[in-house]
């Protein structure tokens, strides 16, 4: 890497388009989970809170092992792994609501109607069998 130096190199990795867009991806990143934990805090939780009874766990404990702050944590991960999952699949789906249908390649082979071997769709002879092939 000669005629580049540290800064050089450090200016060229940082301007590459993925480090961007993974800069990107963590900023917006960052504001989805504040909309995703108050959805989970203050709209789901609540609700189970009322069909289930106690929402807060941290209480708990087995002997002088307390367990309900982590089981809390697992209900909290799981209520929000549900709500990310469910979030990302209605995305998905408008997306390919939205999207046009995809167009076929054409086709780059052919098979020779003499061998049935596979061979390139603008030949006009089979490199298999010789054959003349019609176009």
């Known amino acids: 890497?000669?005629?580049?130096?540290?800064i050089g190199e450090f200016k060229?990795?940082?301007?590459?388009?993925?480090?961007?867009?993974?800069?990107?991806?963590?900023?917006?990143?960052?504001?989805?989970?504040?909309?995703?934990?108050s959805l989970v805090e203050d709209v789901i939780t609540p609700l189970i809170?009322?069909?289930?009874?106690?929402?807060?766990f941290s209480s708990l404990k087995i002997g002088?092992?307390?367990?309900?702050?982590?089981?809390?944590?697992?209900?909290?991960?799981?209520?929000?792994a549900l709500v990310l999952f469910s979030v990302i699949k209605a995305f998905n789906k408008a997306r390919d609501l939205t999207s046009k249908p995809k167009e076929e390649a054409a086709p780059t082979t052919k098979i020779c109607p003499f061998c049935k071997s596979e061979i390139a769709v603008?030949?006009?002879?089979?490199?298999h069998c010789t054959s003349e092939l019609k176009k």
């Open 1 to 6: 890497m000669a005629g580049k130096g540290f």
């Open 122 to 127: 603008e030949a006009t002879r089979c490199p």
């Open 12 to 37: 060229e990795f940082i301007s590459r388009g993925n480090v961007m867009d993974m800069a990107v991806g963590v900023i917006i990143g960052g504001a989805f989970s504040t909309i995703v934990n």
């Open 64 to 80: 002088p092992v307390m367990i309900g702050n982590f089981i809390n944590a697992v209900v909290d991960f799981l209520i929000i």
């Open 49 to 56: 809170g009322l069909i289930g009874g106690s929402q807060d």
